[in-house]
């Protein structure tokens, strides 16, 4: 079965410290994974998926398929950061995408 | 640029009452999604869409039905309310799989 882990609720850094917010999956077949962000009264949007290999907002993420990890760096925090994370997985047998019970990064000035 | 709209933003049921949550979208886009949100368990997928005339079942879909007889409106509904399904219910659109844009929720207290 198809299942997300994001074992961290909450997370505080210091503004410039690095960042790295985790995402275990566990899926027996090939996966699609998302990182979705959300600000402060704002909706939730994609942040970036792994298939297009790209950094958004100073973030990056490596699919780890070893360690069925798809965490989430930045090595520098900036205050505007500070917002809930979700991890998602989407199995490519089946169109349906879920997501883990995310992270809420505090980025502390 | 209203991008995906949901209708109504608040409301408070009694047990037993039906309703319907619509959701719309003015992308063109294929995929729809309806999640719930509940506190300290991020977003679990009800059901969802990959085009006119199609729906799947997603994690929880048990008390929920889904319509998607236009492919700009998909409807959730509730046929008998009941208090577990309390939550905040977010419907997402996107061109291929992976939901891209959020509307702004629902919130819904099923009293």
């Known amino acids: 079965a198809q299942r997300v882990t994001q074992p961290e609720k909450l997370l505080s850094v210091f503004k410039g410290a690095p960042v790295e917010l985790k995402c275990n999956y566990s899926?027996?077949?090939?996966?699609?994974l998302f990182w979705y962000v959300q600000y402060s009264r704002q909706r939730l949007q994609l942040l970036l998926r792994?298939?297009s290999r790209e950094s958004i907002k100073g973030f990056t993420a490596d699919l780890n398929k070893g360690e069925t990890s798809f965490h989430l760096k930045k090595p520098f925090a900036q205050e505007e950061d500070s917002a809930m994370y979700y991890c998602?997985?989407?199995?490519?047998?089946?169109?349906?995408?879920?997501f883990g019970p995310g992270t809420s990064l505090s980025v502390i000035p | 640029n209203a991008g995906v709209t949901q209708t109504p933003k608040f409301r408070v049921l009694k047990t037993g009452q039906s309703m319907t949550l619509l959701c719309a979208q003015d992308?063109?886009?294929?995929?729809m999604y309806w999640y719930r949100q509940d506190p300290g368990m991020g977003l679990r997928l009800i059901h969802y869409?990959?085009?006119?005339?199609?729906?799947a079942k997603g994690e929880v879909p048990d008390g929920y039905n889904v319509s998607r007889l236009k492919k700009q409106n998909f409807l959730l509904g509730l046929e008998s309310a009941a208090p577990s399904q309390t939550s905040v219910y977010f419907c997402?659109?996107?061109?291929?799989?992976?939901?891209?844009?959020f509307g702004d929720g629902t919130r819904l207290s099923i009293l």
């Open positions: 997402a659109s996107s061109y291929s799989v992976g939901p891209q844009h």
């Open positions: 899926y027996s077949g090939s996966p699609e």
């Open positions: 792994h298939i």
């Open positions: 998602a997985l989407r199995s490519t047998s089946y169109d349906k995408v879920i």
């Open positions: 992308m063109n886009h294929e995929y």
């Open positions: 869409s990959v085009g006119e005339g199609t729906t």
